[in-house]
């Protein structure tokens, strides 16, 4: 058998199979969404979410006023199973939800106000919006950046679900990333926060 007789072949094994056909030949194309991109549509926020000063201004995305049954049921089906994945974007809480870490949605929130709620009002904090997909965004201590010690990035207050505190602080450094600093709680938070802003 020839190349050319072998390639005729083969075209019309494929042109047999509907599934394997070129494009070309099939009945009509198909356009269907998938789990990722109905997942990162649920993440989109709109553009004013850049100005927010504190993370209740930021919950304008489908994961934050759907159903929250809903929400978990979506962001599992993006995962492919019940437990979360490190390569599909979501917020800390979620994660948590997914793991059955946390009693709700509700309750994440709160955790997260009672964090505006303290450093809203204390010199030198500021709300960073544009965090990773989905994330809630986070605080920095400004004054700690390029204080005595020189540090390049400022010590920073975020939300995590790697333990159930909710509060991780990554102290001002230069260079590589350090170890978080596990809080347990806004509670905590509060009477480290001394020790925490004396870190320039």
């Known amino acids: 058998m020839t190349a ?26 198909r356009v269907e969404p998938t789990a990722g991109l109905q997942w990162s549509q649920a993440l989109e926020l709109p553009h004013a979410a850049a100005d927010a000063t504190r993370p209740a201004e930021i919950r304008r995305a489908y994961i934050h006023r759907a159903p929250e049954t809903h ?8 995962c492919g199973a019940d437990e979360p994945r490190a390569d599909v974007p979501a ?7 997914a793991r059955d870490d946390i009693d709700s949605r509700t309750a994440a929130f709160r955790v997260e106000d009672r964090i505006a709620q303290l450093l809203l009002p204390r010199p030198g904090w500021e ?28 010590t920073t207050v975020l939300n995590t679900d790697r333990h159930t505190g909710w509060i991780d602080v990554l102290p001002a450094h230069s260079g590589a990333t350090p170890e978080p600093i596990a809080i347990a709680g806004p509670a905590e938070l509060r009477a480290r926060l001394g020790e925490i802003e004396a870190i320039r």
């Open 4 to 29: 050319t007789e072998t390639q005729h072949g083969s075209d019309e094994d494929t042109a047999a199979d509907p599934d394997t056909a070129p494009r070309e030949q099939r009945g009509g194309l």
């Open 71 to 78: 929400v978990l049921a979506l962001y599992r089906e993006a």
């Open 91 to 97: 917020p800390w809480w979620l994660r948590a939800l």
């Open 127 to 154: 709300f960073v919006p544009w965090a990773a997909d989905g994330e809630s965004g986070y605080w920095e201590f400004m004054p700690s950046e390029r204080g005595p010690s020189g540090y390049t990035v400022p």
